[in-house]
């Protein structure tokens, strides 16, 4: 199982950016992929989660109305579409898969990818 996360970078505030999630040797029908994130100093928290079967989506308030993340079954890869961006979204970006569970727990997920980081500021 791989999961390979890309698409992070360096963006003013207010600005817009899209990490892509591709991942492979997973029934993905079964699983749900989520994304975290981890900021300097702080703990690994939750950002958003897709089911793959149904696409129902789940978000963190804090990126709630500003991130939206979506999948792509010809593709195997979940995109979040990141919008407005603000100085406190800065952090390492991480998908993972999970079979289970609630969707805004890290230890549902028993798949990780590398982190891609994203930097948001002037």
């Known amino acids: 199982v791989q999961l390979q996360a890309y698409g992070g970078g360096l963006v003013q505030p207010g600005s817009s950016l899209r990490l892509s999630c591709v991942i492979s040797g997973l029934a993905l029908e079964k699983n749900n992929i989520g994304w975290f994130r981890q900021a300097p100093g702080l703990e690994r928290e939750f950002v958003a989660a897709?089911?793959?079967?149904?696409?129902?989506?789940y978000y963190s308030d804090s990126v709630k109305g500003r991130f939206t993340i979506s999948r792509d079954a010809a593709q195997n890869t979940v995109t979040l579409q990141m919008n407005s961006l603000k100085p406190e979204d800065t952090a390492v970006y991480y998908c993972a898969a999970a079979r289970a569970g609630n969707s805004y727990s890290q230890s549902s997920y028993g798949y990780w990818g590398q982190g891609t980081l994203v930097t948001v500021s002037s």
């Open positions: 897709i089911t793959w079967n149904l696409g129902t989506t």
